[in-house]
């Protein structure tokens, strides 16, 4: 069992992440469009690739980097059976990404933030709950043009935070920020795509694994 | 001899904070009834019937019996039924042994109420697609409308029975804002099941006055009769055709009855309305009440027993004008510290 969850931390890229896409796909699906030169926040200028005709436009080596290794971590964290919970408040791809949750078998929050969701877990759920062991953000914002309450809330709770960070976003509190577009729908379906590969991957990588280590 | 004296503590129970409803555990619930199944073989043996054959029915009968209560209130007399009728249904633990929960929604707190909405969602979307391939296909697309009158959605009520977990009034709305924009699609018609679920038959409302066929005195002459009240004035009024426009009150002429124009003009008044007057006799018999109560009481005895002389057109226009409801202002009665039904007693400074 100790062998089954040290052997992936050994190898840089066990899940092979990065066949899954090129710096072009990304571009196709123009994840690469920012918003406007007005709408830009501070701590985004270091991801930023340079401004056309008003409009910013994200560096997208820097995004294949980060976009890698937040697919990386989050197929270590379904390797090891962590609870996965998405979250976006667009309304737009609330449907989408309730279906790409469902189809991982893992979890998503696409409405109304209740205040003590995480803080408040205990009482508003049950005495045994288990928390999500990943948030993965498909939009930081919420509909308000504000950074989401599930940010600070899972830097309260030591949760680690996977968040796809547009121009006009706050990148402090996420520990794995992808600066990418958010508001395109290819863009949105890109990562959905992305996301399920790689945790169908890392599911079926654990059974394989624990086949293996019965047979012995 | 020492006798041992063996006492036991009551235990304390420290202050414990509100924790909701009780929660009841499946084990409790499996011996509740368990407990329900033996005590119906003890009444049945003890009002000596089978006990394999022993109903609900008769169960409520023999603890009627067994225990004859009082109580005005229904549901505050002695009760034996199954359990799964007496404890609510309640949501059993969302979670497996892993800690996993169940649901996808699970952390959106009502998980119920939004994997619904994510379904209906799911129909409205595969409906257009459905949609769209007609018209990539310059198919008709279907026209037929659903009868909207004959049923109605279901109540917030129902929703959270269905749902077994809190609605509030915002989610309920929206949930039937989706479910009317959904059955708005021309081809709706595909989700009829699912729509079915949430719609329930409403029976017919208005119950059909009936009214009566003309009858025949012994002369051949068309009459019918009409009953009316008015405060505490009841009146029968006979109506006859082919007649000059007499009416007679009580075995006594009109003139000589009602003294006072505004009567008169009381009783006038259905057969000016259809411009019948000099057309039918009457004939009415009255009791109790004041003049103007009595004039009314006739009145709508009068309406009444016209309505069969009349077409149902007619009839509606009467009702309209109000000819044909019952006046239902009574005395108001007197309250305790109040001179009269809402005179207040004189206030006085000092």
């Known amino acids: 069992d100790d062998k089954l969850l040290t052997e992936p931390l050994s190898h840089p890229d066990f899940f092979s992440v990065k066949e899954l896409f090129t710096l072009k796909d990304l571009f196709d699906a123009r994840v690469h469009l920012g918003h406007k030169k007005g709408c830009r926040h501070r701590f985004m200028e270091p991801y930023i690739f340079g401004c056309r005709l008003d409009q910013d436009i994200i560096d997208l080596d820097q995004t294949m980097q980060h976009l890698q290794l937040a697919l990386n971590f989050t197929a270590h964290v379904a390797y090891r059976g962590g609870i996965i919970l998405f979250v976006t408040r667009r309304r737009q791809f609330c449907h989408l990404v309730e279906s790409t949750a469902r189809a991982c078998g893992e979890y998503a929050h696409t409405r109304y933030w209740q205040g003590g969701l995480l803080t408040n877990a205990r009482i508003q759920f049950g005495p045994g709950v288990r928390l999500p062991d990943l948030l993965v953000f498909l939009s930081t914002l919420n509909n308000v043009f504000e950074p989401h309450v599930a940010i600070r809330d899972a830097a309260k709770m030591n ?30 379906e890109l990562y959905c795509k992305l996301f399920r590969m790689t945790i169908i991957r890392a599911k079926d990588k654990r059974r394989q694994s624990e086949a293996i280590e019965e047979l012995r | 001899t020492l006798r041992l004296i063996c006492t036991t503590t009551p235990v304390q129970r420290k202050n414990v904070g509100a924790s909701g409803p009780e929660k009841y555990t499946e084990a409790f619930i499996k011996k509740q009834i368990e407990e329900f199944n033996l005590g119906k073989r003890h009444l049945a043996n003890m009002m000596g019937e089978d006990p394999e054959t022993f109903t609900q029915e008769d169960i409520d009968r023999a603890i009627a019996y067994l225990f004859p209560s009082g109580l005005f209130d229904k549901q505050a007399r002695p009760v034996m039924k199954h359990p799964t009728e007496i404890f609510p249904e309640q949501r059993k633990i969302q979670w497996g042994e892993d800690g996993r929960p169940f649901n996808f929604l699970f952390y959106t707190g009502k998980q119920s109420y939004y994997s619904l909405m994510h379904e209906t969602y799911e129909k409205l979307l595969s409906v257009q697609k459905h949609q769209d391939q007609l018209i990539a296909q310059d198919l008709p697309l279907q026209k037929e409308k659903r009868n909207l009158a004959g049923s109605r959605w279901l109540t917030k009520i129902e929703l959270e029975e269905m749902l077994l977990e809190k ?3 915002d989610d309920y709305s929206r949930f039937i804002k989706l479910l009317q924009k959904l ?4 081809c709706a018609d595909i989700e ?7 719609s329930k038959e409403v029976p017919v409302q208005l119950q059909k006055v009936v009214i009566e066929p003309l009858q025949h005195d012994e002369r051949g002459v068309a009459f019918s009769t009409g009953e009316g009240k008015r405060k505490t004035a009841r009146a029968t009024a006979v109506v006859y055709d082919n007649g000059t426009g007499k009416i007679t009150v009580n075995g006594v002429d009109i003139l000589h009855y009602f003294p006072v124009l505004q009567d008169r003009e009381q009783l006038l008044f259905p057969f000016q309305f259809l411009g019948r007057i000099g057309k039918h006799d009457m004939v009415c018999t009255v009791s109790g009440g004041g003049r103007s109560a009595q004039a009314g009481a006739i009145r709508l005895a009068s309406a009444k027993a016209l309505r069969s002389f009349v077409t149902e057109k007619e009839v509606e226009f009467m009702r309209q004008a109000g000819l ?8 108001e009665r007197k309250k305790p510290g109040q001179e009269g039904p809402r005179r207040k007693f004189t206030w006085k400074k000092r």
Not at chain 1, 159 to 167: A, E, K, L, Y
Not at chain 1, 171 to 181: A, D, E, K
Not at chain 2, 183 to 186: D, T
Not at chain 2, 324 to 331: A, E, M, Q, S
Request: glycine share 4%.
């Open chain 1, 159 to 188: 949760i680690p935070t996977v968040g796809v960070v547009d121009t006009n976003c706050n990148p402090c509190l996420i520990t794995y920020p992808v600066p990418g577009n958010d508001d395109s729908p290819a863009a949105v």
């Open chain 2, 167 to 169: 609605v509030s009034d």
């Open chain 2, 183 to 186: 059955v708005a699609l021309p």
């Open chain 2, 192 to 198: 009829e099941n699912y729509i079915q679920k949430f």
């Open chain 2, 324 to 331: 044909l409801t019952v006046d239902p202002r009574v005395k």
